[in-house]
C-alpha cells in the first residue's frame, strides 16, 4: 500500500471560521488499492476489525513545514495500518474545528469522525478524540494537537 493509493476528504470544519452551528468534524478516507491488504491490517488478533480504541491518528510535517504524513497505527502493536500525504494548514484547520466541536457541543474533548473507505464501500468508521501532531523532529506539537483532557503522553 502506497500513499498515492489513499485520498482524504476533509468536512465539517468550515463552520468554525464562518460562525455557524457546530458540526462534526469528519475525514474520509478512500484507498483504491487491493482491500485484501487493508482489511489485514485494521484486524485485530481476534479476527474482528479494529475498534477505534485500537487505533491512533497522528500527522508528521516535512521539514518544509507545509506539507506532512497522516499515519494510522495499530496501538496494540504501534505497527503501521497506512499513510498518507497531506497538507499542513488542512490538518490543522480540521484539529481546530474538531477541538470547538467538542467545546461547543458540550463535550470535554474534541471529537472527529473517520470513515475508511476501500472500493467507495465502508469498510470502517471510527468516532476519534485524539490526534497528535509531531513537527519534523518528531517532538510533539501541543498547540495543534487534539489532546483528551486527562490524557498524560
Sequence with gaps: MRREQFTLDVRGIDWVEQDEDPETPTVTIE???PGD???ERLTGP???LLGASGTDAAFRLRPDGESG???VTNRLTGDFVFELNAGAEDVFRFVRAARTYGERAGADDGKYLVTVLVDGEPLITYEKSTFLVYDSDG???REHS???SG???
Design 46 to 48: 481476534d479476527g474482528d
Design 69 to 71: 504524513v497522516v499515519s
Design 139 to 141: 517532538g510533539l506539537l
Design 146 to 148: 487534539l489532546i483528551p
Design 31 to 33: 484507498y483504491d488499492g
Design 151 to 153: 490524557v498524560e503522553l
Design 37 to 39: 491488504p487493508l482489511r
